[in-house]
């Protein structure tokens, strides 16, 4: 009989998607829509992984590059190239938050057998915005906490003012 180990992922809908050869999942519950990558306006004084803001249907929403979120390297804009508008939470308020990805793949329903807990890397590695790990036939997802990946940290960075260097392809 097989035990079922307690993550902080549950069994569900993911909207899967790719960064480079990588590929992850979000909760379908955050996710608010996609869209085709458009042009996003800078914003100075910004962390680098901040690409700017968009203007979707008169709101502002802030946009995030994951590939420089995560550290990896960037890349061009391609027609898969696509932005992922997620709903955040922090301090219960809800934010609008634009994710860069460079292809959206499919919507997974995971059961709960499918899923592990996140690997310790030890204390040099922070896997805390990892909810568990989706085991898909040969593959495997990567699960994002997305408040834990772009909400908490962005939107506190963003109103400290703290900065570095933008880095732009």
Do not use: W
């Amino acid at each position: 009989m097989d035990t079922v180990i307690e993550t902080r992922a549950k069994p569900g809908k993911y909207l899967t998607f790719a960064l480079g050869p990588e590929e992850y999942g979000l909760e379908i519950l955050k996710v608010r829509e996609i869209i085709g990558y458009i042009e996003v306006t800078a914003v100075p004084q910004t962390p680098h992984y901040v690409k700017g803001v968009i203007n979707l249907r008169g709101q502002v929403i802030p946009v995030v590059d994951l590939r420089a979120k995560f550290g990896m390297e960037t890349t061009n804009v391609t027609e898969e190239t696509c932005i992922i508008v997620v709903e955040i939470a922090q301090d219960q308020r809800k934010f609008s938050m634009g994710i860069v990805v460079d292809r959206v793949q499919e919507v997974l329903d995971i059961a709960g057998c499918n899923i592990e807990e996140a690997p310790q890397f030890g204390a040099s590695a922070d896997t805390g915005f990892i909810l568990g790990m989706a085991k898909i036939g040969e593959s495997v997802k990567i699960l994002l906490d997305i408040d834990k990946v772009v909400g908490e940290p962005v939107l506190n960075e963003l109103a400290e003012g703290k900065t570095s260097p933008r880095q732009r392809v």
